[in-house]
């Protein structure tokens, strides 16, 4: 998991101090008849589930829309705006006087991520001009003894590797769908790279490039087979009836940190114990936390309900018994990268063929600012007030970018708790 530059940044523990006060009106209580629920006619399973979900939640028939597309888990940009986007900016359209839909949900069988937009000749040249060039500066490097020409070469070397990041950074146009339709109803924004998202509580000082009335709430019900999909369903309204009960468990890397500006790994890590702290004040669970480099491993998490941690690439460690509802949201760059593929380790599909209801990924790279933050997503989660989909919305940084969210927009594991 590569970083794009060194970031600092001061940890958000204060948020919490101002939130009781300052709720963010335009996402809270998020209702079934906000939801606009969108099926593939193209993919076995996509329309009945759909049809199962809004029966069970009660999200009336006329809020289903059937598109057309692959059902192939990456669609290109040209499928995505035609045959995806197209189809729901004009369903927003429709409901424009009422100010419904608030949320998206993608069903199974919709498209997983769009592919880059593919480089024109000229691009092309660039770039293979690029690392011809920082090849051959590599290669004299091999062969070069003096001191004076190896520094030469090695700044030479140094700065057209700069020149290809910066190529790179300003032509990564890949996305996940879901981060992409969280700007459909925006007019126009820059499609290279993320847009901040102007509801992260993170970025209370940075001014928005886009207006929160260009941003909408997408979650996914999916996964690697229809049979899961239908039991992330039920898992979520019977914890929700029931309250989510079980044991939380936090993975970081090292112990908590002590300085208050902190690199962005060291940041993501703090924020894990502070996570920790959020679910252990609300009372709602036991909760764990492992400080030490290793992951949890096999049998060390009976009975969980929630989980964060980092980093084992790619590659699901079984050490959790999940309770149903259970949330799992593991750190690594390439967690969502697929929920179909049979042979495929990584997190997400893992833990949602293991029985989590609800989990986060990235399609791809991300870069590790790009995370939702968990102290922000599981303090607000256990607050308890807030849908799963507003919790999400507000620990995330970027849009336009690669991260999913997989569950039941409307799940509140500890909605029964507060009737208490």
């Known amino acids: 998991m590569r970083l794009s530059t060194k970031i600092k940044i001061l940890f958000f523990g204060a948020i919490f101090l101002v939130w009781p006060f ?3 009106v335009s996402c809270l209580a998020l209702e079934a008849d906000e939801l606009l629920v969108v099926a593939n006619r193209n993919a076995r399973d996509s329309i009945a589930l759909a049809e199962y979900y809004m029966a069970t939640r009660g999200v009336p028939k006329q809020n289903l829309l059937k598109i057309f597309v692959t059902d192939a888990e990456t669609c290109s940009r040209e499928e995505y705006d035609q045959k995806i986007a197209q189809p729901i900016r004009e369903k927003f359209e429709a409901y424009r006087q009422s100010g419904r839909p608030r949320c998206v949900v993608l069903m199974y069988g919709v498209p997983l991520r769009i592919g880059a937009v593919p480089l024109n000749k000229a691009e092309q040249d660039e770039i293979l001009g690029l690392k011809a060039e920082q090849e051959r500066l ?117 112990q908590r940190p002590k300085e208050k500006q902190l690199g962005a790994y ?91 209801a609800a989990t986060i990924g990235p399609v791809a790279e991300p870069f590790v600012q790009a995370f939702p933050m968990p102290e922000l997503f599981f303090g607000f989660l256990t607050d308890g007030y807030l849908t799963l989909a507003e919790c999400y919305l507000l620990s995330l940084p970027y849009l336009s970018w690669k991260m999913v969210l997989i569950g039941d927009p409307l799940y509140q594991p500890f909605k029964a708790q507060l009737k208490k």
């Open 138 to 254: 590599n290669d004299q490097l091999k062969t070069t003894s003096k001191d004076a020409d190896r520094k030469q070469l090695k700044e030479a070397s140094s700065a057209v590797a700069k020149k290809v990041r910066v190529f790179e950074w300003n032509h990564n146009t890949g996305a996940s769908v879901d981060s992409e339709l969280m700007l459909v109803p925006a007019a126009a924004y820059p499609l290279p790279m993320w847009v901040p998202n102007p509801f992260f509580m993170g970025f209370k000082d940075k001014k928005a490039q886009i207006p929160k009335n260009d941003v909408i709430m997408v979650s996914r019900l999916d996964g690697p087979s229809p049979d899961i999909v239908r039991r992330m369903i039920d898992d979520a309204i019977t914890a929700e009836q029931k309250g989510l009960s079980g044991n939380a468990y936090f993975d970081a890397r090292w």
């Open 266 to 356: 060291a940041l993501y890590d703090g924020s894990l114990h502070l996570a920790a702290d959020r679910v252990r004040k609300s009372g709602r669970l036991p909760v764990t936390v492992d400080d030490q480099p290793a992951l949890f491993g096999p049998g060390d998490c009976p009975r969980a309900a929630l989980y964060c941690g980092w980093y084992s690439l790619a590659k699901y460690v079984d050490a959790f018994d999940w309770r149903p509802g259970a949330i799992g949201y593991h750190i690594a760059s390439a967690e969502c990268t697929t929920l179909k593929r049979p042979d495929s380790q990584v997190w997400c599909k893992r833990m949602l063929e293991e029985g989590v």
């Open 22 to 24: 300052f709720p963010p």
